[in-house]
């Protein structure tokens, strides 16, 4: 079966780095995603990768190696409205995206 | 920006009603999705659709069925609700093309609870 799993809740300190991490057995890969859900509001798409290496894009990076079926999504300098769901979403041989069941992250000051 | 907007955030119903869940998008996107989402579990596919009139089957399908009859509207439909229909419903919709790297849009979300 498909399969993608993530931690189910981080704790981490304002202005610090967190590191969550995502690994994945699917039929097939088109490319993973990370989206970032606040409680109660929906889902905001945060990254793409579908070659290996790092994405960079302002506070946040998403790391991919499809060899190991590992992605993670880097934090940094984090701020209390980071305070979210992270899901990791996998595009699979059928386009379709099998998802994570999140990390809820928790900031505290 | 994309909108998407589903036309309640929350709702209550009674077993073995005909329930209606309303989607609308205003980027003239082609693919839209209909997803129920438990603590849990990951977001669940119910079904989804690349064109008007066009209907797929997700990973759930049974108990629910779906209407898009315009380009913009994909409505979801719970023929005889049940308890364990309560749930939170997410639609999102995306980009037609080589569809690998074009993110899904949602809305809020309808938060749907069966008495």
């Known amino acids: 079966g498909q399969n993608i799993d993530q931690p189910t809740e981080m704790t981490a300190t304002e202005g610090a780095i967190v590191q969550i991490n995502c690994t994945y057995q699917t039929s097939g890969f088109n490319g993973l995603f990370w989206y970032q859900q606040h409680a109660g509001e929906a889902p905001t798409f945060l990254s793409y990768n579908v070659l290996d290496g790092l994405e960079e894009k302002g506070r946040f990076s998403s790391f991919l190696s499809r060899s190991k079926g590992y992605s993670y999504l880097l934090l940094k300098e984090l701020q209390m409205k980071d305070s979210a769901s992270y899901l990791c979403a996998v595009r699979d041989s059928n386009y379709q995206l099998i998802w994570g069941a999140g990390t809820k992250l928790i900031i505290k000051p | 920006d994309v909108k998407v907007t589903q036309s309640s955030r929350y709702l209550v119903k009674r077993t073995g009603e005909k329930v209606f869940l309303e989607c609308v998008q205003d980027?003239?996107?082609?693919?839209m999705f209909w997803y129920r989402q438990d603590p849990g579990l990951g977001l669940r596919l119910i079904y989804f659709?690349?064109?008007?009139?066009m209907k797929e089957k997700g990973d759930i399908p049974e108990g629910y069925s779906v209407s898009r009859e315009k380009k913009e509207r994909f409505s979801l439909i719970l023929e005889s609700a049940s308890t364990n229909q309560t749930s939170m419903y997410l639609c999102?919709?995306?980009?037609w093309g080589d569809g690998s790297n074009q993110p899904q849009h949602f809305g809020d979300g309808t938060r749907l609870s069966i008495l």
């Open positions: 999102a919709s995306s980009l």
């Open positions: 980027m003239d996107h082609e693919n």
């Open positions: 659709s690349y064109d008007v009139k």
